[in-house]
């Protein structure tokens, strides 16, 4: 059982709940988004691995740990009615220790963006700048239903994509590379439309505007569908046009199973969400890494 007492008293936050604060389970779709992007861009890895790594490492547990921890810290009011047990409104984060550690993991996502030359660093304090926008009043863009999932969307899959294949071609990346970046970045608006139905009844309470909240599950759901879909029937489009079709055969197979998986979800979105969420989304970042090796064909 829980020491309540120890738990009110705490001066220290628990080195468990820092780890939670930051959730590793989020940091996988910006490096995966990163990995893509170094393949897309065409240039070869060899003696560049440590680039890599440290580009893979600022995407995921630094920058996106930073930006969970931010939003943590301005979500605690709502945690405390959805998640209670979350680091900070259960105290085992205590005091302002929240704020500490985001605004300490803003510096250091700073500094380590440095070492990744103009093209990572300008991307870092983008990202840093859109953390801190999302979350925090007075503009707290999580408000919104439209454009906070859209600028999550762009830092999630975006953002990083465009990071890795400017790192190593040490420029900007070619069109078709920031066009199928774009393209995934605005189906991720989808993801994470689905993934705010957790946070239902207190972004309700809280006056959090999000598509669960303004159009009710069933049709903030299936909006969430669509946007998920047609940005990847464009990338097929475009991979036939660009005379790679099978690349284009490969993802439209993993799009006929996302629409099946979608089906599943409208039959119960808010039961069924977390489901699609470890299938669906699984087979949309395959699809990223298909696009990534056609990119890499083309250029």
Known sequence: MTD?????DRRLPEPGA????????TWFPPMWAYLCGVVSSGVSPTGQWGLILLGVLLAGPIVCGMSQA?????????????????????????????????????????????????WGFGATVFGVLAAWAYSAEPIRMKKSGWWGPGLVGLCYEGLPWFTGAAVLSVGAPGWPVIIIAGLYAL???????????KALEGD????????????????????????????????IGLLV???????????????????????????????????????????????????????????
């Open 18 to 25: 820092m780890l939670r604060l930051i959730k590793p389970v």
């Open 187 to 197: 189906g991720a608006h989808g993801i994470m439309t689905l993934n705010d139905f």
């Open 241 to 299: 046009i660009w005379d790679k079709p099978l690349f284009a055969l490969a993802i439209s197979a993993l799009l006929a199973a996302q629409l099946w998986a979608m089906r599943v979800l409208l039959s119960d979105p808010k039961a069924r969400a977390p489901w699609y969420n470890a299938t669906g989304v699984a087979m949309y970042v395959t699809s990223m890494m298909i696009a990534a090796i056609a990119l890499r064909s083309l250029l």
């Open 70 to 118: 931010a939003n943590d810290w301005c979500d605690r009011h709502v945690d405390a009615i959805n998640e209670p047990d979350r680091p900070i409104p259960s105290g085992r984060i205590p005091g302002k220790w929240g704020l500490w550690i985001a605004l300490a993991m803003s510096a250091l996502s700073l500094i380590v963006g440095a070492q990744l030359g103009p």
């Open 204 to 235: 309700r309470q809280m006056g959090v505007n999000s598509l669960p909240v303004t159009l009710g599950p069933e049709r903030a759901a299936r909006v969430a569908c669509w946007v998920m879909a047609l940005p990847q029937l464009a990338v």
């Open 4 to 8: 309540i007492a120890a738990i009110s």
